[in-house]
């Protein structure tokens, strides 16, 4: 059964850290299951942009985008993509511009060279899996034109687990959903789409956790049959979450 694992953010700064949730990745894969892994890499990013030069911020939870900036994203996306593909072991760095993986439309132009995704190739990804290997997916997409896109990993990971019909696990540097945000210990098991639009609305659910939680809303609404919003910092929390358990379940209904 396939598996989505969107794996980024400060969760992946820790060498140590990030090798053992690939390995718990890996452990999934020799269990029988098929997970693809879809990977941002904001610290890594803001990091190389500084050196480079360039003003960089985020609006809603997205990072706007120049064209002299998605070069250095680029590139900063694919080593990390290969890195992460080495840790998993029997995996393939890949991006959207590969085999047009990933297919998007300019989100807003107020964004710069940001997408929206259209379209995944789950064909090719499918074959991928058939033949044994883990696709490490770095979040850039190709618009019609066939120029690059820089689209949120989170979204990415949505629209390939609706595509795919699989199971998404948004791995992550917080424990879940907090009923409140200043406290970790208030993690949220479930929460309803209802429950996520009105937290949305009210402040609750803010900056970065918006396009997780709306991706992981996405996810269920293209078909994917669970989405869980989990800590990555942690292996024990990246295996419960691989195994369906822990951190937030986002339904689009749930029975109390």
Do not use: W
């Not at 050196?51 to 070069?71: D, I, K, Q, W, Y």
């Amino acid at each position: 059964m396939p598996v989505v694992v969107k794996y980024g953010g400060n969760a992946m700064t820790d060498d140590g850290t990030r090798a053992a949730v690939a390995a718990e990745i890996r452990a999934l894969f020799e269990a029988g299951s098929s997970p693809v892994v879809v990977h941002g890499g904001g610290p890594f990013i803001s990091e190389a942009l500084d050196a480079a030069g360039l003003p960089h911020r985020f609006e809603r939870g997205l990072r706007v985008t120049s064209p002299a900036s998605l070069e250095v994203i680029e590139r900063v996306l694919t080593v990390l993509s290969k890195r992460l593909a080495q840790d998993v072991g029997p995996a393939l760095g890949l991006s959207g511009r590969d085999a047009r993986l990933l297919l998007a439309d300019v989100l807003d132009p107020a964004l710069g060279r940001v997408g929206r995704v259209t379209g995944v190739n789950a064909d090719a990804l499918g074959s991928l899996l058939a033949a044994g290997f883990v696709p490490v997916l770095a979040c850039l997409a190709t618009d019609a034109q066939g120029g690059l896109l820089n689209v949120n990993a989170d979204e990415v990971a949505g629209a390939v687990a609706g595509a795919l019909g699989a199971g998404a696990v948004f791995l992550t540097n917080v424990p879940g959903v907090m009923d409140d945000p200043a406290r970790p210990d208030s993690v949220l098991a479930m929460l309803s789409r209802p429950e996520a639009e009105a937290r949305i609305r009210d402040g609750r659910i803010a900056g970065g956790m918006i396009p997780k939680v709306e991706a992981a809303l996405r996810a269920l609404e293209l078909g994917a049959p669970y989405a869980i919003i989990a800590d990555g910092r942690r292996p024990a929390s990246a295996r419960d979450a691989l195994r369906g358990e822990g951190g937030t379940r986002l339904a689009d209904v749930v029975t109390r």
